[in-house]
């Protein structure tokens, strides 16, 4: 099992995620294909339908007629009615691609038309987001938080996976993330998918990391106004001023 510490050391390697989020590997989502179980997320076939895995939920296909996904967690909620996702993060050579999310508020919510949420593919793990430099843990298995969160530092998110081992984004490939912008610029909006079951060697995972899904949403503080005095104000200030100098040369001119 990793420890979290771990997944710190090799930072230089991560696409560390700035708020708002920018990164060099996102790739322009296409069309899901349907290839076979063990290449990128985006295509996988899923153990819960040929059509569910993550790449057609963020498109609206999955749950569709003739598209359908038996595992539709949280909740029965598919088809997907959001806005569609443009971009995803993609490794280099079409591997997966670990993240952290920078310091800032953010926000968490279900996708659009999902009314429920908690478990995760209907069990009752742990998951939820950890803090980059203290470790700890937060937990979002009973729901998500119903206000944004300020994060001080860099943070991600975890899940226990059904092999007993913790998998943590900075780390390891168990989670996927859509954004909302052209490629190169995932904006300030992501879709976050988890994948629950080991998806190493010999893991058994089908991949398609929508054992749960959720929207994460980066909250800049509200912008500072430069205050601009009101001509009336700049009048009185300019006569202020006009009368002070007069004393001043008055002064001067009785020395």
Same mark, same amino acid.
């Given at each position: 099992?990793r420890?979290?510490?771990?997944?710190f050391?090799?930072l230089?390697?991560?696409? #560390?995620?700035?708020?708002p989020?920018t990164?060099?590997?996102?790739?322009?989502i296409?069309?899901?294909?349907? #290839?076979?179980?063990?290449?990128?997320f985006w295509?996988? %076939?899923?153990?819960?339908?040929?059509y569910?895995?993550?790449?057609?939920v #963020?498109t609206?296909?999955?749950g569709?007629?003739?598209?359908?996904?038996?595992n539709?967690?949280? &909740?029965n909620?598919?088809?997907?009615?959001?806005?569609?996702?443009?971009?995803?993060?993609?490794?280099a050579?079409?591997?997966?691609q670990a993240?952290l999310?920078?310091a800032?508020?953010?926000?968490f919510?279900l996708l659009?038309?999902?009314?429920?949420? &908690?478990?995760?593919?209907g069990?009752?793990?742990?998951? &939820?987001?950890?803090?980059?430099?203290?470790?700890l843990?937060?937990?979002?298995?009973?729901g998500?938080p119903?206000?944004?969160?300020t994060?001080g530092g860099?943070?991600g998110l +975890?899940?226990l996976?059904?092999?007993?081992?913790?998998?943590?984004?900075?780390?390891?490939n168990?989670?996927a993330?859509f954004?909302?912008?052209?490629?190169?610029?995932?904006?300030s909006n992501w879709?976050a998918?988890?994948?629950?079951i080991?998806? &190493?060697?010999g893991?058994?995972?089908?991949?398609? +990391?929508?054992?749960m899904m959720?929207n994460?949403?980066?909250?800049p503080p509200?912008?500072t106004?430069? %205050? %601009?005095?009101?001509?009336s104000?700049?009048l009185?200030?300019?006569t202020g001023?006009?009368? %002070?100098?007069?004393? #001043?040369?008055r002064?001067?001119?009785?020395?």
């Amino acid at each position: 099992m990793r420890s979290i510490k771990e997944s710190f050391y090799g930072l230089a390697a991560l696409a #560390v995620l700035a708020s708002p989020m920018t990164a060099q590997s996102w790739t322009a989502i296409g069309s899901p294909n349907n #290839v076979s179980a063990g290449q990128q997320f985006w295509d996988n %076939v899923s153990a819960d339908g040929t059509y569910c895995n993550s790449g057609y939920v #963020v498109t609206g296909l999955a749950g569709t007629s003739g598209k359908s996904c038996a595992n539709q967690r949280p &909740g029965n909620w598919l088809p997907y009615g959001g806005p569609t996702p443009t971009t995803y993060l993609e490794g280099a050579g079409g591997g997966f691609q670990a993240f952290l999310f920078g310091a800032g508020s953010y926000s968490f919510s279900l996708l659009s038309g999902n009314l429920a949420g &908690g478990d995760i593919a209907g069990a009752n793990t742990d998951w &939820g987001y950890y803090d980059a430099s203290t470790s700890l843990r937060t937990s979002l298995n009973g729901g998500l938080p119903g206000s944004p969160i300020t994060f001080g530092g860099n943070w991600g998110l +975890y899940v226990l996976l059904t092999n007993g081992n913790y998998a943590y984004s900075g780390l390891d490939n168990q989670f996927a993330l859509f954004g909302f912008a052209p490629p190169g610029n995932a904006g300030s909006n992501w879709i976050a998918g988890i994948e629950d079951i080991y998806t &190493g060697a010999g893991g058994g995972s089908d991949k398609d +990391y929508q054992d749960m899904m959720f929207n994460i949403a980066y909250d800049p503080p509200a912008n500072t106004e430069e %205050v %601009v005095p009101e001509p009336s104000t700049m009048l009185l200030f300019g006569t202020g001023l006009a009368g %002070v100098l007069g004393k #001043v040369r008055r002064r001067r001119s009785t020395v």
